[in-house]
């Protein structure tokens, strides 16, 4: 149980370009998904809260302008990079917390590998 | 506000070693407490979590970890390292209400033959 799928798992685009990834929750509901950023041989770093049925909450310096989050049903959250640029490229990792659990466990998807050309 | 410190970027234990990886939790209210574990360009996976039960949490793989309040520690272990426990170990705290998760800068874990 509680797995969590993202796709595309890898992605090149060209400068400019807008890139989609989605975040599902296999076999749980997802009140709240949650949106990372990793750099290489670094921790990770909440760009934004994604909320079913709400806008996103954005942690400070994110801009929510480029970093397009959209959470329209309890199993399905989307990040959209708009006009991808080169120091965009880095790995995207979502999680899902199952909206029966108070323990507020997060479960991860298997990350997705943009690279900006 | 919370955060967590991890004691070394880099463990290199032998096949067959004890595995100990270091975590400190500071948090003004009770605190829960996780332990990832990411290997190569994947995503991260629980191994346990501490939400107020029991302070000796099993988890998967073979590891456990320890709540102590009185050294605000959460230290990973597992008795007999395998080559496939080489991986990258993320340690997190939150805690009720608050779902949002701060991670440490993680440790990676080095198992030589």
């Known amino acids: 149980g509680a797995v969590v799928s993202q796709h595309p798992s890898r992605v090149i685009c060209k400068s400019g370009t807008s890139v989609k990834i989605e975040c599902r929750s296999l076999?749980?509901?997802?009140?709240?998904m949650f949106w990372y950023r990793q750099f290489p041989k670094q921790s990770l770093m909440l760009m934004a809260t994604s909320n079913e049925g709400s806008k996103a909450t954005y942690e400070q310096g994110v801009e929510k302008d480029k970093f397009l989050i959209n959470h329209a049903s309890l199993t399905l959250s989307t990040l959209t990079v708009t006009s991808a640029h080169p120091e965009d490229s880095s790995f995207y990792i979502c999680?899902?917390?199952?909206?029966?659990?108070?323990?507020?466990?997060?479960?991860f998807g298997p990350g997705t590998r943009l690279t900006v050309l | 506000a919370q955060s967590v410190t991890q004691l070394g970027s880099h463990v290199s234990v032998s096949e067959g070693a004890l595995v100990l990886l270091r975590c400190n939790y500071s948090?003004?209210?009770?605190?829960?407490l996780f332990w990832y574990v990411q290997y190569p360009n994947q995503g991260l996976q629980l191994l346990l979590k501490y939400t107020s039960a029991a302070t000796l949490v099993k988890g998967i793989n073979g590891f456990e970890a320890e709540f102590k309040k009185s050294e605000t520690s959460f230290h990973l272990t597992k008795p007999s390292a395998h080559m496939s426990d080489a991986a990258e170990y993320f340690c997190?705290?939150?805690?009720?209400?608050?779902?949002?998760?701060?991670f440490g800068k993680g440790t990676m874990l080095l198992v030589s033959p």
């Open positions: 997190a705290v939150s805690h009720a209400g608050y779902s949002t998760l701060t």
């Open positions: 948090s003004s209210v009770p605190p829960y």
């Open positions: 999680s899902a917390r199952d909206s029966r659990d108070w323990e507020d466990t997060q479960y």
């Open positions: 076999d749980f509901q997802a009140t709240t």
